[in-house]
């Protein structure tokens, strides 16, 4: 059976040819001609026989081989030896390689990408109707393939490279497509040696493929959460500033005005925040004058009396005291080296809450465990602001940023998106990390480095 393996492959090029139409390292190829192909690959394999006109013993695959099989037309993605080392670095046996789906609903990712990204999504309709877009990135279409595949908690670790599609304007010099290479951890227990292998495999990976300058920003998206939750202000306040995180502009906006007593002289919110909803409908309706089988336009009357009851509310809800406002402001304001803005984040927070305090506990061991794989930090920042970008991250994240890019310095990150599962189409928690890279990026770095 090894020797019919063995002769398929060099039949295919050899094993780095192989490894190259699979998307596979070096090593993985060489494993099979120990222990033959694995069941994934089957079809995969028996395409690209069936493709050169390779003849194939059916014990190899099974009945696939008695299948007539249809010849993928589609280009093989090139990739440049830079990418292919990048590749070899982050997949190991532990990583299944993976090709996520290419067509995604886009209205999930609407949801989970966040504003940031809405105007550059290629979204078209299908004949049913059913919105849909290219993929603008691997992770979101990673979380499909593992649903799609019936898992619903265990873990699952891929790694994958692919296209993917953002919509730039003619006058940027950005490209409207680029390839990704990265991980995803989904599944099992939410544990920080997940997050440093998942952030550990892509940093060495970087340095590996000759990239000399690579700073790191990391931040924690879980501190600011912690904090409002352990903050005595309001219900109604939290979930707004919880909302607004995700945008710089507006949250400092909403800070401020959440800091100002409320003046309202429109006197229907003050007559319906005495109401419960049953009869607060039946006020609107008679105010708005319309009878009972009648419906507005737009809203429903459902609607339009909730959005008025949440405003009525703020009528008796007192503004953020200074104390709280300039709390909040100056938690978000921490921007340092790892080591130091531990230490001010600690000294804002005493005596709080030990619940925060466990919170930078955690961040501030994640850092240690970091150093401790003799990555350097010296040119790295944490700060508390990191995250308002993408908004399915839910704890610890990071960028690899190349000075040498200028502006356009980052090349890669990721982090935790614990819910992000769970949103796009299932009713269960699952724990997920990943990273990714942009190829060409990298490629550009490496180039621009060495040349200097």
Request: glycine share 6%; hydrophobic share 35%.
């Amino acid at each position: 059976m090894i020797n019919e393996t063995n002769k398929i492959i060099d039949s295919l090029g050899g094993t780095g040819v192989l490894a190259k139409l699979l998307g596979v390292n070096l090593s993985a190829v060489s494993n099979y001609r120990k222990k033959g192909f694995p069941a994934r690959l089957h079809y995969k394999i028996a395409s690209l026989c069936n493709e050169k006109g390779i003849s194939i013993n059916e014990k190899i695959f099974g009945n696939i081989s008695r299948i007539s099989l249809p010849i993928d037309s589609r280009p093989i993605e090139v990739l440049s030896e830079t990418s292919i080392n990048i590749m070899e670095n982050l997949v190991s046996e532990e990583f299944e390689l993976i090709d996520p789906p290419v067509l995604v609903s886009a209205d999930k990712v609407l949801d989970r990408l966040g504003e940031n990204i809405a105007d550059r999504l290629y979204i078209f309709s299908d004949p049913a109707g059913t919105r849909l877009c290219l993929r603008p990135d691997l992770t979101i279409p990673t979380c499909i393939h593992y649903l799609n595949n019936g898992f619903n908690g265990e873990k699952k670790n891929y790694a994958y490279h692919g296209k993917v599609f953002q919509f730039h304007s003619p006058t940027s010099s950005e490209p409207n497509e680029f390839s990704q290479a990265g991980l995803e951890s989904i599944g099992g227990d939410s544990s920080l040696d997940t997050e440093i292998e998942i952030f550990y495999r892509t940093y060495n990976s970087l340095k590996k493929a000759g990239i000399k300058e690579l700073n790191i920003s990391m931040g924690d998206i879980s501190l600011f959460s912690v904090l409002i939750d352990i903050l005595d202000i309001p219900v109604i306040w939290k979930d707004q500033l919880k909302t607004k995180f995700w945008n710089d502009k507006n949250f400092k906006l909403l800070l401020d005005d959440l800091s100002i007593k409320k003046k309202f002289d429109n006197k229907l919110f003050y007559k319906i925040s005495d109401l419960d909803q049953e009869m607060a409908e039946i006020f609107v309706r008679d105010t708005i004058g319309l009878s009972e089988n009648q419906s507005p336009v737009g809203r429903s009357i459902k609607e339009i009396t909730e959005r008025l009851m949440k405003k009525s509310q703020e009528i008796n809800t007192e503004p953020l005291s200074k104390n709280t406002s300039d709390l909040i402001r100056d938690f978000l304001s921490i921007s340092d080296n790892p080591s130091d803005a531990i230490k001010k984040l600690k000294s804002i927070s005493k005596n709080i809450d030990s619940k925060l305090d466990t919170k930078i506990d955690n961040v501030s061991e994640r850092i240690d465990k970091i150093s401790s794989l003799k990555i350097d930090l010296k040119n790295s920042i944490f700060s508390l602001e990191k995250g308002r970008t993408v908004e399915y991250y839910t704890g610890f994240l990071f960028d690899y940023n190349c000075p040498v890019l200028g502006d356009k310095a980052n090349i890669g990150g990721g982090g935790r998106y614990d819910d992000l599962i769970k949103s796009v189409s299932s009713n269960l928690d699952v724990p997920a990390v990943g990273a990714a890279l942009n190829l060409e990026r990298v490629e550009k770095v490496i180039a621009m480095e060495n040349s200097l």
